[in-house]
């Protein structure tokens, strides 16, 4: 028997019997159900978040507060998309110069030099219309990309997919880039805000 149906034997069937107001019981049982309901998707959120900080991955807190993990085999924007979820969290979206700035230093001299895979991707959009994961959009003209090499540019996507990482070797490392998103990076994956 569901859980449901035990909650409403034990709690209707006594009304009724007594003569009671069905509805009112009814619409009370309804609103403790969806506090549970509330209740257990929070619980399960923080143990969600208390696993990945137990978890044996490196985890990186940097000064604006953000963590991070760094995954060091370079793989495509999609493998580094996958790999990130696969450890709760997601690619990274520095949407600040100053967080960008944090991140590539952290990347650059404690882990390697190289490219790092960020969340940001056209897929599904206008070629060169960049979007984060949660939607935010990255807008062309932002302080984010490199202006010196003309970043975004349509050079790398030619109506594919084309993804934003962070750094490049002999470029200005601290700007965005797009790249094809079967290029291979590294990938940077940040825990969720509210794992903090």
């Known amino acids: 028997m569901s859980p449901l149906w035990i909650f409403l ?19 009370e049982i309804k609103t403790m159900f969806t506090t549970l ?13 208390l696993k990945i900080r137990q978890s044996n991955q490196a985890l990186t807190t940097l000064e604006n507060g953000k963590t991070y993990h760094m995954y060091k085999k370079e793989v495509t924007w999609d493998e580094a ?18 967080d960008l700035r944090l991140l590539q230093q952290s990347t650059q001299r404690q882990f390697a030099p190289g490219q790092y895979w960020l969340s940001a991707t056209d897929a599904g959009r206008e070629p060169g219309n ?6 935010e959009i990255l807008p062309r003209e932002s302080q984010l990309w490199d202006k010196q090499f003309m970043r975004p540019n349509k050079l790398f ?3 594919k997919k084309t993804c934003v990482a962070l750094g490049s070797p002999g470029l200005k490392d601290d700007r965005l880039y797009d790249f094809h998103c079967l290029y291979k990076a590294y990938a940077v994956c940040e825990l969720a805000s509210e794992c903090l």
């Open 130 to 135: 960049f979007a984060w994961h949660d939607g």
């Open 81 to 98: 998309n996958t790999y990130c979820k696969s450890k709760m969290m997601a690619l990274a979206s520095p949407k600040t110069l100053d």
């Open 37 to 49: 309901l509330t209740e257990v998707g929070i619980l399960k959120k923080d143990i969600d978040c």
């Open 157 to 159: 996507g030619n109506g």
């Open 9 to 27: 034997v034990v709690f209707l069937a006594p009304m009724v019997m007594a003569g009671g107001n069905v509805d009112e019981k009814f619409d």
